[in-house]
């Protein structure tokens, strides 16, 4: 196993967990960014949506590194959790982990920090509910 990750790196059970379609390469046989990051976004959503207890909004992504190159045959699993929280706004780490060669093989192939921030029903900022 290459690369596996640390347990206290993700939660224990993904968000979420993709595989990628032919028309998701590139011409050089990888999986489009913009695919993966549409991803990292639906996964941080999801964790966002949880603790803001409503609708959220992606408001910046801090940092995206993408470590290593996502291949069509790969099963893809989003790791997300809250890194820091303000009063409106959460910071979500998401690492997405590649498992390959009929599960023998697991690879770290994309990690960011994605910012979402909670919204009352007219889409404003609202506060997080105490946690």
């Not at 993709?18 to 913009?34: K, L, Q, W």
């Not at 990051?37 to 910046?60: E, N, Y």
């Not at 780490?93 to 990690?111: K, L, M, Q, S």
Request: proline letters at 7%; glycine letters at 8%.
């Amino acid at each position: 196993m290459t690369d596996k990750p640390a347990e206290s790196d993700c939660p224990r059970d993904p968000i979420l967990r993709v595989v990628p379609r032919p028309a998701d390469i590139n011409a050089n046989g990888h999986i489009f960014g913009g695919w993966v990051l549409s991803q990292m976004d639906i996964a941080g959503g999801i964790v966002a949506g949880r603790v803001a207890q409503g609708a959220v909004a992606t408001v910046a992504i801090e940092t995206m590194e993408f470590i290593a190159p996502i291949l069509l045959r790969d099963i893809i699993s989003l790791y997300a959790h809250v890194e820091r929280r303000g009063r409106t706004s959460l910071a979500i780490r998401i690492e997405v982990i590649a498992t390959r060669d009929g599960g023998r093989t697991e690879e770290r192939v994309t990690e960011g920090v994605f910012t979402f921030v909670a919204l009352d029903e007219n889409h404003r900022p609202r506060a997080l509910p105490p946690a």
